[in-house]
């Protein structure tokens, strides 16, 4: 497998990895959800977007 596909890959799916601020579970966003609130599966509370890569 290429590098460089390996590393794009990666790279996309690093933002949409979001944690919930109450329950403090991981969840994975739609790519279109990545620059809004989603609500979380697992409690209903609000997840906010995140800052952006790091």
């Not at 579970?25 to 800052?51: D, L």
């Amino acid at each position: 497998m290429s590098s460089f596909f390996l590393t794009g890959s990666i790279g996309t799916s690093v933002p949409l990895k979001r944690v919930c601020p109450e329950c403090l579970t991981v969840q994975i966003v739609a790519f279109s959800n990545r620059f809004k609130y989603v609500k979380c599966n697992f409690c209903g509370s609000k997840i906010p977007p995140g800052k952006g890569r790091k």
